[in-house]
Structure formats: structure tokens, C-alpha cells
């Protein structure tokens, strides 16, 4: 079957970094989907990696290794408002996405 | 900009009643979803359509029926609600189906009692 793994729940301190992991196991492959969910509130969209390598984009950076079936999300420089929820979502063969449970963040001060 | 907009967003329903959540998007997207969104689990998709006049159904279509007659809507119906419908809905829509990415509405949070 198909299926992502991503932790439930991560603490970070303020002003850290923090690195977010997710495993996938699909049925072909076309690409990978790092999302943000605050609390009450829609997915907005971060990041999309189809091919090997680090792609980043100011504080956040997402890597993929397609060999491995691994993804990371790195965030730097952590702010309270980057406390959310951050899913991880493939994309299979037939397109479909594959969405984690998703990767609840607690920022501390 | 408007995006993605979904009505109603919050709803309260008895055992056995109907209803119908609509979706509109601005943006003249192809591909359109429904997800729904429960706690510890992932999004997990209804049903969705790709194109005018398209719908498929998706990994938990049962108890839901969808139609995309417009282009620019995707209605997702529960004819009989049942308890286990209780849950935050999310419609989505995107350009393409390969690299396009998602564009979320802000949910609708039903309750069926």
C-alpha cells in the first residue's frame, strides 16, 4: 500500500533550527508537497522538490532524496509564528496525492 | 483575489438530513477536490474532477456525491448525514495535475449530531 510517515508532535526553541522528516512509500513517483496548517486554518503551499537535491526558499529549505523515499523540511531561524502543522504529501504514479498526518510544531520561547 | 472560497463554513446537522457544500474558484482551474480532514490522520480525498462535466471518485467517496457543472464549482452533497461525517472539509483546486500546486479553501467545519 501506500503511505507517509512524518512524526507527530516536535518542540523547537525560538530562534532555532529545526529539520521536519517524512518517509514515503507510493506506487511511482511525481514529486513531493511540504504544506503549512495553522491551527483552524487552511494548507498553504511551501515547497514542491520532483528532483534529487535541496531546494530552499528564504528560512525554509526542502530536500529530496528519491532513491531513499525521504524528504526533509528545515527551518531556520525559528519564529513564533512558525508554530503549525506541516504536511507532507506525494505524488503517485496516476497523480494522486498521498498526504502524511502531518508534523504538529510547538516553538517555544 | 478570492482563490478558493467555500460556503458554508460551519454547519450543524442532524442524523439523517442533507446538505450541500459548494466551492467556488476564480483562478479557471482544471483539477478540483474535496478532502476531508480528521484529527491524527491525513487529508484523505473525497472525491475530485478534472475538468467540466468530470468527477472520479477518491480513496473515501462513500455517503458523498459531487458535480462540477461549471467549470469554476465542484458542490459536494451528503444525502443522508451520518455521525461519522463529522469532520473539517477542505475543497482544493490546481492548474495541472504534475507539478501544480494545490490552492486550498478555508474549510468547512461540519458537525452532524
Known amino acids: 500500500g501506500q503511505n507517509i510517515d512524518q512524526p507527530t508532535e516536535m518542540t523547537a526553541t ?43 526558499k528564504g528560512r525554509f529549505s526542502s530536500f529530496l532524496s528519491r532513491s531513499k523515499g525521504y524528504s526533509y ?35 517555544k520561547p | 483575489n478570492a482563490g478558493v472560497t467555500q460556503t458554508p463554513k460551519f454547519r450543524v446537522l442532524k442524523t439523517g438530513q442533507s446538505m450541500t457544500l459548494l466551492c467556488a474558484q476564480d483562478m479557471n482551474h482544471e483539477y478540483m ?45 451528503l444525502e443522508s448525514a451520518a455521525p461519522s461525517q463529522t469532520s473539517v472539509y477542505f475543497c482544493a483546486s490546481r492548474t495541472d495535475r504534475d507539478t501544480g500546486e494545490l490552492f486550498f479553501g478555508e474549510g468547512s467545519r461540519l458537525t452532524v449530531l
Open chain 2, 33 to 77: 477536490y474535496w478532502y476531508r480532514q480528521d484529527p491524527g490522520m491525513g487529508l484523505r480525498l473525497i472525491h475530485y474532477s478534472v475538468g467540466e462535466g468530470t468527477t472520479a471518485k477518491g480513496e473515501v467517496p462513500d455517503g458523498y456525491n459531487v458535480s462540477r457543472l461549471k467549470k469554476q464549482n465542484f458542490l459536494l452533497g
Open chain 1, 14 to 56: 525560538e530562534g532555532a533550527i529545526v529539520q521536519i522528516n517524512c518517509t514515503y512509500q507510493t506506487s511511482g513517483f511525481n514529486g513531493l508537497f511540504w504544506y503549512q496548517q495553522h491551527a483552524g486554518e487552511a494548507p498553504t503551499f511551501l515547497s514542491y522538490n520532483v528532483l534529487d537535491g535541496l531546494e530552499e
Open chain 1, 73 to 107: 523540511l528545515l527551518l531556520k531561524e525559528l519564529q513564533m509564528k512558525d508554530s503549525a502543522s506541516y504536511l507532507c504529501a506525494a505524488i503517485d504514479s496516476n497523480y494522486q496525492l498521498i498526504w502524511g498526518a502531518g508534523t504538529k510544531l510547538i516553538i
